[in-house]
Protein backbone atom coordinates (compact mmCIF):
# COMPACT_ATOMS: atom_id res chain seq x y z
CA UNK A 1 0.00 0.00 0.00
CA UNK A 2 2.99 2.50 0.44
CA UNK A 3 4.43 1.65 -2.66
CA UNK A 4 0.75 2.11 -4.48
CA UNK A 5 0.32 5.43 -2.45
CA UNK A 6 3.54 6.37 -3.85
CA UNK A 7 2.70 5.38 -7.84
CA UNK A 8 5.23 2.79 -7.82
CA UNK A 9 4.42 -1.04 -8.94
CA UNK A 10 4.94 -3.84 -6.67
CA UNK A 11 3.58 -7.26 -6.84
CA UNK A 12 1.13 -9.56 -5.02
CA UNK A 13 2.80 -12.55 -5.65
CA UNK A 14 5.08 -15.80 -4.61
CA UNK A 15 6.30 -15.94 -1.44
CA UNK A 16 9.95 -17.40 -0.18
CA UNK A 17 9.03 -20.89 1.42
CA UNK A 18 5.72 -21.71 0.26
CA UNK A 19 6.98 -20.86 -3.48
CA UNK A 20 10.61 -20.61 -4.35
CA UNK A 21 11.15 -23.13 -2.05
CA UNK A 22 8.99 -25.54 -2.95
CA UNK A 23 9.49 -28.97 -2.37
CA UNK A 24 11.63 -30.84 -5.27
CA UNK A 25 10.85 -27.81 -7.40
CA UNK A 26 9.20 -24.75 -8.29
CA UNK A 27 5.89 -24.84 -9.89
CA UNK A 28 6.18 -23.52 -13.64
CA UNK A 29 3.16 -21.84 -13.54
CA UNK A 30 4.12 -19.26 -10.68
CA UNK A 31 7.30 -18.85 -12.45
CA UNK A 32 6.10 -17.92 -15.90
CA UNK A 33 3.52 -14.96 -14.76
CA UNK A 34 6.42 -13.86 -12.37
CA UNK A 35 8.34 -13.62 -15.17
CA UNK A 36 5.54 -11.86 -17.29
CA UNK A 37 5.55 -9.59 -14.55
CA UNK A 38 9.24 -8.57 -13.76
CA UNK A 39 10.83 -9.25 -16.81
CA UNK A 40 8.82 -8.38 -19.83
CA UNK A 41 7.79 -4.89 -20.82
CA UNK A 42 5.02 -6.61 -23.05
CA UNK A 43 1.46 -6.86 -21.88
CA UNK A 44 1.02 -9.73 -19.47
CA UNK A 45 -1.99 -11.10 -21.45
CA UNK A 46 -4.56 -13.31 -20.29
CA UNK A 47 -4.07 -15.18 -16.77
CA UNK A 48 -5.59 -18.81 -17.40
CA UNK A 49 -6.10 -20.78 -14.30
CA UNK A 50 -3.82 -23.41 -12.85
CA UNK A 51 -4.17 -27.00 -13.60
CA UNK A 52 -3.88 -27.94 -10.26
CA UNK A 53 -3.69 -26.19 -6.40
CA UNK A 54 -1.40 -28.09 -3.78
CA UNK A 55 -2.39 -28.96 -0.43
CA UNK A 56 -0.71 -28.27 2.73
CA UNK A 57 -0.79 -31.28 4.17
CA UNK A 58 3.34 -32.15 4.62
CA UNK A 59 5.29 -30.26 7.48
CA UNK A 60 7.77 -27.61 6.28
CA UNK A 61 10.17 -29.71 7.93
CA UNK A 62 13.96 -30.88 6.52
CA UNK A 63 13.33 -34.51 6.49
CA UNK A 64 10.26 -33.74 4.15
CA UNK A 65 12.06 -31.68 1.52
CA UNK A 66 11.97 -34.72 -1.27
CA UNK A 67 7.99 -35.15 -0.78
CA UNK A 68 5.42 -33.50 -2.94
CA UNK A 69 2.63 -32.34 -1.63
CA UNK A 70 -0.54 -34.03 -2.98
CA UNK A 71 -1.86 -32.06 -5.68
CA UNK A 72 -6.04 -31.37 -6.59
CA UNK A 73 -7.37 -30.13 -9.59
CA UNK A 74 -7.69 -26.51 -9.27
CA UNK A 75 -11.36 -26.25 -11.63
CA UNK A 76 -11.91 -22.80 -13.45
CA UNK A 77 -13.09 -19.34 -12.82
CA UNK A 78 -16.48 -18.98 -11.85
CA UNK A 79 -18.56 -15.61 -12.76
CA UNK A 80 -20.57 -15.25 -9.48
CA UNK A 81 -21.99 -11.89 -10.94
CA UNK A 82 -21.80 -9.52 -13.66
CA UNK A 83 -21.88 -9.27 -17.74
CA UNK A 84 -19.80 -7.79 -20.55
CA UNK A 85 -16.58 -6.81 -20.30
CA UNK A 86 -15.29 -4.60 -17.42
CA UNK A 87 -11.53 -3.33 -17.14
CA UNK A 88 -9.68 -1.28 -14.12
CA UNK A 89 -6.58 -1.00 -11.81
CA UNK A 90 -5.86 -3.59 -9.62
CA UNK A 91 -5.56 -3.28 -5.84
CA UNK A 92 -6.04 -5.37 -3.15
CA UNK A 93 -4.44 -8.03 -1.37
CA UNK A 94 -5.11 -10.27 1.49
CA UNK A 95 -9.09 -9.71 3.16
CA UNK A 96 -7.79 -9.92 6.82
CA UNK A 97 -4.62 -8.02 6.26
CA UNK A 98 -6.32 -4.94 4.09
CA UNK A 99 -9.17 -4.71 7.06
CA UNK A 100 -6.31 -3.83 9.33
CA UNK A 101 -5.25 -1.37 7.28
CA UNK A 102 -8.64 0.72 7.47
CA UNK A 103 -7.75 2.39 10.83
CA UNK A 104 -3.90 3.29 9.08
CA UNK A 105 -3.25 6.00 6.68
CA UNK A 106 -1.98 3.28 4.51
CA UNK A 107 -5.44 2.13 3.57
CA UNK A 108 -6.16 4.22 -0.06
CA UNK A 109 -8.85 6.60 -0.40
CA UNK A 110 -11.82 6.09 -1.38
CA UNK A 111 -11.06 7.89 -4.72
CA UNK A 112 -8.50 4.63 -5.80
CA UNK A 113 -11.39 2.28 -5.94
CA UNK A 114 -12.85 4.01 -8.27
CA UNK A 115 -13.35 1.59 -11.84
CA UNK A 116 -10.95 -0.62 -10.25
CA UNK A 117 -10.93 -4.20 -10.27
CA UNK A 118 -10.39 -5.23 -6.50
CA UNK A 119 -8.53 -8.50 -5.98
CA UNK A 120 -9.33 -10.41 -2.53
CA UNK A 121 -7.98 -13.54 -1.08
CA UNK A 122 -8.00 -15.24 2.46
CA UNK A 123 -4.74 -16.52 4.35
CA UNK A 124 -4.16 -19.93 5.91
CA UNK A 125 -5.63 -19.00 9.10
CA UNK A 126 -9.04 -20.02 6.85
CA UNK A 127 -11.44 -17.34 8.89
CA UNK A 128 -15.12 -18.17 9.23
CA UNK A 129 -17.57 -17.55 6.78
CA UNK A 130 -19.02 -15.24 9.53
CA UNK A 131 -15.31 -13.66 9.99
CA UNK A 132 -15.34 -13.38 6.17
CA UNK A 133 -18.30 -11.84 5.79
CA UNK A 134 -17.34 -9.21 8.44
CA UNK A 135 -14.33 -8.57 6.92
CA UNK A 136 -16.44 -7.84 3.87
CA UNK A 137 -18.99 -5.70 5.65
CA UNK A 138 -15.79 -3.54 6.83
CA UNK A 139 -14.77 -2.76 3.51
CA UNK A 140 -18.69 -1.92 2.42
CA UNK A 141 -19.13 0.31 5.01
CA UNK A 142 -15.90 2.22 4.00
CA UNK A 143 -17.69 2.66 0.87
CA UNK A 144 -15.08 -0.04 -1.20
CA UNK A 145 -17.57 -1.22 -3.76
CA UNK A 146 -19.46 1.71 -4.68
CA UNK A 147 -18.03 2.67 -7.63
CA UNK A 148 -15.51 -0.63 -8.44
CA UNK A 149 -15.51 -2.19 -11.92
CA UNK A 150 -14.78 -5.59 -10.85
CA UNK A 151 -13.94 -8.10 -7.97
CA UNK A 152 -11.35 -11.66 -8.55
CA UNK A 153 -11.37 -13.84 -5.29
CA UNK A 154 -8.56 -16.54 -5.00
CA UNK A 155 -9.08 -19.51 -4.34
CA UNK A 156 -9.93 -20.09 -0.65
CA UNK A 157 -6.59 -22.46 1.68
CA UNK A 158 -7.14 -25.66 1.03
CA UNK A 159 -10.20 -25.01 -0.60
CA UNK A 160 -11.97 -24.91 2.84
CA UNK A 161 -15.35 -22.71 3.05
CA UNK A 162 -15.20 -22.74 -0.65
CA UNK A 163 -18.99 -22.71 -1.38
CA UNK A 164 -19.97 -20.54 2.23
CA UNK A 165 -17.08 -17.59 0.97
CA UNK A 166 -19.07 -17.53 -1.79
CA UNK A 167 -22.77 -16.56 -0.48
CA UNK A 168 -21.45 -14.48 1.51
CA UNK A 169 -20.06 -12.71 -0.53
CA UNK A 170 -23.01 -12.18 -3.07
CA UNK A 171 -24.79 -11.25 0.49
CA UNK A 172 -22.53 -8.20 0.71
CA UNK A 173 -22.44 -7.64 -2.64
CA UNK A 174 -26.92 -7.28 -2.13
CA UNK A 175 -26.10 -4.49 0.35
CA UNK A 176 -24.15 -2.70 -1.69
CA UNK A 177 -25.24 0.43 -4.17
CA UNK A 178 -23.47 -2.29 -7.04
CA UNK A 179 -25.69 -4.98 -7.14
CA UNK A 180 -23.84 -5.78 -10.47
CA UNK A 181 -20.42 -5.22 -10.38
CA UNK A 182 -18.13 -8.33 -12.17
CA UNK A 183 -17.18 -11.32 -9.91
CA UNK A 184 -14.82 -13.95 -11.09
CA UNK A 185 -14.32 -16.19 -8.19
CA UNK A 186 -11.22 -19.36 -7.90
CA UNK A 187 -8.75 -17.34 -9.42
CA UNK A 188 -4.92 -18.80 -8.24
CA UNK A 189 -3.31 -15.98 -6.71
CA UNK A 190 -2.57 -15.25 -2.81
CA UNK A 191 -2.46 -18.34 0.12
CA UNK A 192 -2.28 -21.12 -2.91
CA UNK A 193 0.36 -22.51 -4.53
CA UNK A 194 1.16 -22.64 -7.39
CA UNK A 195 0.06 -18.88 -8.44
CA UNK A 196 -0.18 -15.99 -10.35
CA UNK A 197 1.52 -12.87 -9.82
CA UNK A 198 -0.52 -9.25 -9.46
CA UNK A 199 0.89 -6.04 -10.28
CA UNK A 200 -0.46 -3.14 -8.47
CA UNK A 201 -2.50 0.02 -10.18
CA UNK A 202 -1.80 -1.99 -13.37
CA UNK A 203 -4.87 -2.27 -16.28
CA UNK A 204 -7.17 -5.43 -16.08
CA UNK A 205 -10.18 -6.73 -17.27
CA UNK A 206 -12.55 -9.51 -16.50
CA UNK A 207 -14.49 -10.64 -19.58
CA UNK A 208 -17.52 -12.20 -17.87
CA UNK A 209 -19.15 -14.23 -21.24
CA UNK A 210 -15.88 -16.02 -21.30
CA UNK A 211 -15.08 -15.92 -17.72
CA UNK A 212 -11.66 -14.82 -18.12
CA UNK A 213 -8.99 -12.60 -16.68
CA UNK A 214 -6.16 -10.49 -18.17
CA UNK A 215 -3.47 -7.86 -17.39
CA UNK A 216 -3.64 -6.05 -20.39
CA UNK A 217 -0.65 -3.59 -19.49
CA UNK A 218 2.89 -4.43 -18.89
CA UNK A 219 4.02 -3.89 -15.08
CA UNK A 220 7.52 -2.76 -15.88
CA UNK A 221 9.09 -0.76 -18.41
CA UNK A 222 12.47 -0.69 -20.27
CA UNK A 223 14.54 1.54 -17.87
Known sequence: MMFYKMGIVSFYGPALLTD???NIEMDAYTIDYLKKCLFYTDPINEIIPALYTRMNDIEWKEKNKN???TIRNQGGYELLCGEGIRRGHLIG????TFVSLLSTNLFPDKQHFKNAILFLETSEDTPTPQAFADDLMCLLNEGVFEHLNGIIVGKPFNNLYYTEYKAELLKIIEKSENKHISILFNLSFGHCEPKHSLPYG???EI???EKSFEIIE???VDG
Not at 93 to 96: K, S
Open 20 to 22: FAE
Open 67 to 69: MAR
Open 93 to 96: GNLE
Open 202 to 204: VLA
Open 207 to 209: NCS
Open 218 to 220: SSV
